[in-house]
């Protein structure tokens, strides 16, 4: 009786991108190949279906045994049974946690736990991206959460030395943990213009400026929590709207500044008490959890639709709460507090991201408390 053998013999583990990324998609080894086929392999290496359909079973084989220390990724370069160049190991590490935008959008803000995996099936038929594959983005999240939720620093430089990831990616995986987090709601209609990389651009913004590490880079969950005396300091800023003169006196510096430079200018003086209510009523709730997690809905509806509906442009919307914040510092209520002002250095190049200026309204919110102190 004759027996057919598949031997491969070597020492640097051959691997193929392509086969890599199927695998990672989900795929089986079946409809892989086909993949392949379809793209040309036959042609480009003369080789038969059998040939292929064995070179895709090897791959696959191999990139099982590796996916535990995958999980691992600092124990792959000290492995002995793999023989991976440093380059290629980068790759494959890099690839293995990279994710699909449209899939972290619909679990962004969730917990994530059993339940939240419950529902990847629907998911994945809402989203187009396989279930497995799916089941491995979700369980990367999980496993980055986990393993720096117990440690001190950085949180975007503890993902990078833990997880081998570039910065990017890093920085990416930290907006999904602090979101995890604080649980904020990111799934209701009115957010679902805004994707990821808008909401992982506001996540890097509250991580620099809102959170205990921002302030003592010598706590644990530095970049995780907000800073609770911050979001306490927050509601002294009740007197811009209680304060009768003070919200005139307000309005009459800002509308001052705005004349002339704005084809919105008539909205802006109209709707300013309005307008100002909302951003600090936002602000001066952040201590209740259940504010925090409408933070991005409660900005949305107070304070981006009302713009929306006068038909302000992205810079209008710049030049407003630039001024909104600069005029702060006129007032004598706050004359000899010093703030930052955290101005959002980008360019906002579409509508969905206008919700990135508010970051720069309540900006000045944020006291300074080493200057604080020296001046008292």
């Known amino acids: 009786m004759a027996v057919e053998l598949d031997v491969f013999v070597g020492n640097t583990i051959i691997m193929s991108e392509e086969v890599y990324q199927l695998w990672l998609d989900g795929y089986t080894v079946n409809d892989a190949v086909k993949v392949r086929m379809e793209g040309g392999v036959l042609d480009e290496f003369d080789a038969k279906v059998d040939v292929v359909l064995s070179d895709t079973m090897d791959q696959y084989r191999t990139f099982q045994m590796c996916e535990r220390l995958l999980h691992s990724p600092t124990k792959l370069a000290n ?4 023989q991976i160049p440093p380059h290629r190991q980068a790759t494959l590490i890099e690839r293995y946690y990279a994710f699909d935008d449209v899939f972290v959008r619909e679990v962004l803000g969730k917990k994530l736990s059993k339940g939240t995996k419950k529902d990847l099936d629907d998911i994945s038929a809402k989203t187009g991206v396989m279930l497995k594959s799916c089941r491995r983005q979700f369980d990367n999240f999980k496993r980055v959460f986990k393993v720096v939720e117990e440690l001190k620093g950085p949180l975007v430089e503890n993902i990078r030395q833990h997880f081998l990831l ?3 990616l890093a920085r990416d995986y930290a907006a999904i943990v602090f979101f995890a987090n604080n649980r904020f709601e990111t799934g209701k209609r009115k957010l679902q213009y805004l994707t990821f990389q808008d909401l992982a651009f506001c996540a890097g913004q509250l991580i620099n400026n809102w959170t205990v590490g921002a302030v003592d880079n010598m706590v644990e969950d530095m970049d995780v929590d907000l800073d609770k005396d911050f979001l306490q300091e927050l509601k002294e800023l009740k007197v811009l709207i209680t304060d009768k003169d003070l919200l005139d006196q307000h309005k009459s510096l800002v509308c001052t500044a705005l004349r002339g430079k704005t084809k919105a200018f008539n909205e802006m003086e109209a709707n300013f008490k309005n307008l100002s209510r909302g951003l600090v009523n936002i602000a001066t709730k952040l201590t209740n959890t259940k504010d925090v997690r409408d933070f991005f809905i409660d900005l949305v509806e107070k304070f981006i639709e009302p713009c929306r509906s006068d038909h302000w442009t992205a810079a209008d919307m710049k030049l407003y709460l630039t001024h909104y914040t600069n005029s702060a510092h006129i007032l ?3 004359k000899s507090v010093t703030v930052i002002f955290m101005y ?8 969905a991201r206008v919700t990135l200026f508010i970051f720069s309204s309540l900006a ?3 006291f300074s408390k080493a200057a604080w102190l020296q001046e008292s």
């Open 79 to 82: 492995q002995l049974l793999f």
């Open 166 to 168: 570039s910065d990017k």
């Open 344 to 351: 959002l250095f980008c360019t906002f190049i579409s509508p």
């Open 332 to 334: 004598d209520t706050f």
């Open 364 to 366: 000045f919110l944020k």
